[in-house]
């Protein structure tokens, strides 16, 4: 069993945006992923993309999304089976752009070309090389005629077919945004100049010059071309006229790296650390997730996700959509807690302040006090505030402090009717009238507490990687789940443990080589069920977990990249079919990926053979989506045993080489070794014996013999 990512809440520090007009639909990267938002319906969903590095270029046109990463590989991915079926590297690559079904991507300087294969398989293939620029190109504009600009100040012209491009204007500033509109060239350039050229006496002649007086970092030129919106190196975003310097609309954006039109010019959407929409008619903001990178903790609050960063700030997460549906900055420390009451919630920051917050977000109520705090629990009634060496109990309604303690180093709190029950690194105490104390049989780390009925669940993880559960405060049963210390290191570093109701879920970083890879895994009854890593590189992610009251199995992890949330993986959703004509009409129009992906389906052996013999069976096997991996094989073996050898047997070959499927060599391999011992005692297949001879359970000699 394994689960698969299913929502994105908050972005990563540096976010890139893409926005397709004609579907309304905004594409938003977040570290490695790229989620997919409808902003006036209301929903998201992440794709099926996994870069092997940050994102930093995304482009779209209808049914095909570009995407670049940071070590210059490119990656092509179809929005309508919602697969990826292209990827290549190009590390001099600083910027990609799809324009009429084509890739336009710069390369030291030049502009290259490529084209799609007819087949419906993506292969990559270069068409043209063009010249003209003499510096790295930073921007790269689609339409009729493709604008480029270069970090030397050069604006250029392409004209499709072409060989090498026109020259329309010198700077000795760097052009940020283009375009043409009536024949006219509208240009934004770095240091605030706003110029118009148009060709007279065929060369490009510059017919108009407005000073902003603002040195830019970015800039977006509306479809008419009056208005242009400019973000200044102080992060004002600008809106304003192209025939004069005089601002339309001002606001501040410490976050934001880049600004662009949408929605034919009603909103501005603001890129950076984090992302906004802004309808500057209003001038308001339809969602604001800036600065909402590094996510400490959330809980699941009625039809909303609540998280609290590292900055301070609360966001209010609409789960549908995705989008932040109030943002409040009240905190100036990272929170710490928060906790769901009726109607109302509240949020506590490691310096003492607690605020009191109706469904909205509006603060109701503030609890302060002097003293740090490290975990924080409360009822409707009482707030029980810990730190390293104390317990506060408040009343919240009076705000006035009605009892402390003298504590030792906390781990969990919970408020239970009249009692606090509190989890120190040393033992489990519970306050009521008189205080009661447990032992524990070693120092604790990690610790959780529910109430289940009448009864209270507590996990307690001790510093050796076995867990302890408790019920109330009697020992019912531990296990280990984090592996055993090696000379005092240990490899492994527990971030979280979480209760369910048949056992617990815990989070922790792993060292590998350079890096800490951040794992979940779920015990159930002491034995483990799931386990997955959330990220590769893991960071400063405080890997809190949180669970959600749904019918499907869900969690949620708050990393350095915003809020995961991932569900046990289902079927695959990339293509369906009602019939095997269906499937057959689209392999006879070249459609190779969705024909191989139908035979998986109906597990059909005429289909799968039309399959390979029509295409390639490398590329097929690339790109076969991951959940239809191990169906296929016995398809594919079927096809083998009636006579395709060669192409079922590369096919097979390159399934075992694909690394995004943890243990696929091994699967396949023991899947396959039968088929090939057959052969052995048969006639044999001369290419199996060659290229997966390891897999056969003859002797050396045996198979010496046999090849003679």
């Known amino acids: 069993m394994s689960v698969e990512l299913s929502a994105l809440y908050g972005t990563s520090s540096v976010t890139v945006s893409a926005y397709n007009e004609s579907t309304g639909e905004l594409f938003q990267s977040t570290g490695r992923h790229i989620k997919k938002i409808k902003i006036r319906a209301g929903t998201s969903s992440v794709l099926k993309l996994k870069t092997e590095r940050d994102i930093k270029i995304v482009s779209v046109e209808n049914n095909l999304l570009l995407v670049l990463d940071v070590s210059g590989r490119i990656y092509l991915y179809n929005l309508e089976y919602n697969t990826e079926i292209g990827r290549m590297s190009h590390k001099a690559c600083n910027t990609v752009c799809l324009i009429n079904g084509q890739v336009y991507l710069e390369y030291l300087g030049y502009l290259q070309i490529w084209n799609r294969e007819v087949t419906g398989i993506f292969s990559f293939q270069k068409y043209k090389h063009i010249t003209g620029h003499q510096d790295n190109i930073s921007m790269i504009i689609p339409g009729n005629k493709v604008l480029t600009g270069s970090d030397d100040g050069v604006l250029r012209v392409y004209t499709p077919g072409e060989d090498t491009s026109t020259l329309i204007l010198r700077n000795k500033a760097v052009p940020l945004c283009a375009r043409i509109i009536n024949s006219v060239v509208y240009c934004v350039w770095s240091t605030g100049e706003i110029s118009k050229s148009t060709l007279v006496n065929g060369k490009w002649t510059v017919i108009d010059r407005v000073y902003t007086l603002h040195n830019l970092i970015s800039a977006s030129i509306s479809v008419y071309g009056d208005m242009v919106v400019l973000l200044d190196t102080q992060h004002n975003i600008i809106l304003q006229s192209t025939s004069d310097n005089k601002p339309i609309h001002k606001i501040i954006s410490t976050s934001t790296d880049s600004v662009q039109f949408i929605e034919s010019d009603e909103w501005v959407l603001l890129s950076g650390n984090g992302s906004a929409v802004w309808e500057w008619k209003t001038n308001s903001l339809l969602f604001n997730a800036m600065n909402s990178a590094d996510q400490r903790v959330c809980v699941p609050y009625d039809n909303l996700f609540i998280s609290g960063s590292g900055m301070g700030d609360i966001f209010l997460w609409e789960r549908g959509s995705s989008l932040c549906t109030n943002k409040v900055s009240e905190h100036t420390s990272p929170i710490i807690s928060i906790i769901p009451l009726d109607k109302k919630f509240l949020t506590v920051s490691s310096i003492g302040t607690c605020t009191l917050h109706n469904s909205s977000g509006d603060i109701l109520k503030c609890i302060t006090t002097d003293k740090p705090i490290s975990i924080a629990d409360s009822d409707n009634e009482v707030l029980a505030l810990c730190g390293l060496t104390y317990l506060d109990v408040y009343d919240i309604q009076r705000s006035k402090l009605i009892q402390s303690y003298d504590i030792n180093l906390p781990l969990a709190v919970k408020v239970l009717n009249t009692s606090v029950v509190i989890v120190t690194m040393y033992g489990i105490s519970v306050y009521k009238d008189t205080v009661y104390t447990v032992d524990t049989p070693e120092q604790i780390l990690l610790a959780d507490i529910t109430r289940s009925g009448s009864t209270y669940k507590i996990s307690c993880l001790g510093e050796s990687g076995m867990l302890y559960e408790y019920v109330d405060t009697e020992e019912v049963q531990e296990y280990r789940v984090i592996p055993g210390y090696v000379n005092g290191i240990g490899k492994c570093t527990p971030l979280c443990i979480k209760n369910t109701s048949e056992g617990i879920i815990i989070s922790y970083k792993v060292l590998v080589r350079d890096r800490e890879v951040l794992k ?26 949180f669970l959600l009251n749904e019918p499907n199995w869900s969690v949620g992890i708050c990393t ?4 995961l949330l991932f569900h046990e993986m289902g079927v695959s959703i990339a293509w369906s079919a009602d019939t095997p ?6 392999i006879s129009q070249g459609d190779i990926l969705s024909g191989i992906i139908g035979a998986t389906h109906l597990s059909d052996t005429y289909l799968m053979k039309y399959s390979l013999c029509t295409g390639d069976p490398i590329v097929l096997a690339k790109y076969l989506p991951c959940d239809l991996v191990i169906k296929c094989v016995p398809v594919v073996l079927n096809v083998l045993s009636q006579g395709l050898i060669e192409r079922s047997l590369l096919f097979l070959y390159e399934i075992m080489k694909r690394e995004d499927i943890p243990g696929i060599k091994q699967k396949v391999s023991v899947i396959l070794s039968h088929t090939i011992n057959t052969a052995y005692d048969t006639t044999g297949y001369t290419d199996a014996l060659i290229q997966f001879r390891y897999l056969s359970q003859k002797t050396q000699e045996t198979q010496e013999t046999q090849e003679i």
């Open 581 to 586: 004509q269906e499937v057959k009409y689209k």
């Open 560 to 563: 350095d990249e915003g809020i």
């Open 520 to 545: 979940v895994s779920e015990y159930i009854s002491g034995q483990e069920v799931f386990k997955w890593t959330v990220l590769d590189k893991a960071g400063t992610s405080s890997g809190k977990v």
